[in-house]
């Protein structure tokens, strides 16, 4: 079955960690993308990836990092320079090379400090 | 960043009422997405549109790129309780990156 994998479900970061969320597609999408997503609001771009080896910063991408080493992997990390990382992150795919496609997403991770 | 202007923000229906909800921009987008999230879940593509005046539906869903390009309409008739999440909307500008632009969702609640 195609599709995206986030995982895991649920991560808890004591203060001072760095954490990474794993994020891995089988659809063959160039593009990935993680967003965040807080209570009541919409959807906030942190980072996004064209193409491998290669992302750029998105609206709120400090404190965040990631890595793009394979077309299928996307991971994030989340640093101890982001003082507020309890949210869901979703990470997102789309096959840009056949016009405005659609993104289609994982499942999300929920971020908790302990 | 730039984010959607969607309403309503939440509304409770009774079960069998129609919903209608829409999404306004001061850009001018070239495709128009409607998704729905359940809790604890991804959002779920619902439809996609990418010409003016496009009307698509899917189901008991309909949802139509407006003639200004500014906006789009999602309509759900005879609503069930399965209904129930939030509904978003995004666009992607002309510009032509690879950026969508969400909408800040509209929560929906269906009374049985």
């Known amino acids: 079955d195609g599709g995206i994998t986030q995982s895991p479900k649920y991560l808890f970061r004591k203060e001072g960690q760095n954490v990474t969320l794993s994020c891995e597609q089988n659809l063959n999408h160039d593009a990935m993308y993680w967003y965040r997503q807080d209570p009541g609001q919409g959807l906030r771009l942190i980072y996004y990836?064209?193409?491998?080896?290669?992302?750029q910063k998105g609206d709120i991408a400090e404190g965040y990092s990631v890595s793009r080493e394979k077309k299928e992997s996307f991971p994030l990390t989340v640093t101890s320079a982001q003082k507020n990382p309890t949210a869901f992150y979703l990470c997102?795919?789309?096959?840009?090379?056949?016009?405005?496609?659609?993104?289609?997403f994982g499942d999300g991770t929920r971020l908790s400090i302990l | 960043g730039q984010q959607l202007n969607q309403s309503p923000q939440s509304m409770f229906i009774q079960e069998g009422e129609d919903v209608s909800m829409n999404c306004t921009s001061s850009?001018?987008?070239?495709?128009w997405l409607w998704y729905k999230q359940d809790p604890g879940e991804g959002p779920v593509l619902l439809i996609a549109?990418?010409?003016?005046?496009e009307l698509t539906s899917n189901g008991r869903l309909t949802a139509q790129f407006g003639i200004t390009r500014k906006d789009s309409f999602l309509n759900i008739s005879a609503s069930i309780p399965s209904d129930v999440g939030i509904y978003f909307c995004a666009g992607h500008p002309i510009s032509g990156t690879y950026k969508y632009i969400f909408g800040t969702g509209t929560r929906l609640k269906v009374l049985a």
């Open positions: 997102a795919s789309m096959d840009r090379w056949r016009g405005n496609q659609p993104q289609h």
């Open positions: 850009s001018i987008f070239n495709t």
């Open positions: 990836s064209q193409i491998v080896n290669d992302f």
């Open positions: 549109l990418y010409k003016a005046g």
